[in-house]
């Protein structure tokens, strides 16, 4: 377990958040079409997990939008978008928004995504939703990066997350 904040005010956070050099856990989460995806989904391309509690807060949004546009930049790479929010919500803000770069996915049937991987929320408003994290996996799913945010409405370090695909 460990902590963050939500606007100053501490909330708890459960599970085991991935550290550099270790085996990224599996996963299976919905995809836009209410298929499951799962990480072998995206083997052996570089990853970046950008896991936050909901497309519509406007941190979350703008984390999406600048995902989405250093995305285009990169070469054997996919920036997953990680929320509990529908895959109908994730589809109508990236179609509204232009944003074809990223792959938006939900926990809607990947609760345990939550606590492999060190973000569910386990108390204050957010309880049940992800913590805004990054976690950089290389094409052989081990983690080359991860930052828990440590207050949830502060955007994550994009550079240092994209640094770690070089």
């Known amino acids: 377990m460990s902590q963050v904040t939500l606007k100053g005010n501490p909330v708890q956070v459960d599970g085991h ?4 050099g ?17 990480l072998a989904n995206f083997d052996g391309k570089r990853k970046v997990l950008n896991i936050f509690p909901s497309i519509d807060t406007p941190t979350c949004a ?18 997953l978008c990680i929320s509990a929010d529908l895959p109908f919500a ?20 990947g609760h345990d995504f939550l606590k492999n991987y060190g973000v569910a929320i ?3 408003p957010l309880s049940g939703l992800a913590a805004r994290a990054v976690v950089v996996l290389d094409g052989q799913n081990k983690v080359v ?22």
């Open 62 to 79: 703008t984390s999406v939008r600048r995902f989405n546009e250093k995305a285009s930049q990169l070469d054997d790479a996919v920036v």
């Open 22 to 38: 270790e085996a990224a856990p599996a996963f299976s989460l919905v995809g836009k079409d209410l298929a499951d995806v799962t």
């Open 122 to 124: 386990a108390s204050g």
């Open 145 to 166: 990066h991860s930052e828990m945010v440590s207050e949830i409405a502060h955007e994550p370090n994009y550079d240092a997350a994209l640094a770690a695909l070089s």
């Open 17 to 20: 958040f991935p550290a550099k």
């Open 90 to 109: 994730q589809a109508r803000f990236c179609g509204a928004e232009g944003l074809n770069n990223v792959v938006t996915l939900s926990t809607l049937r």
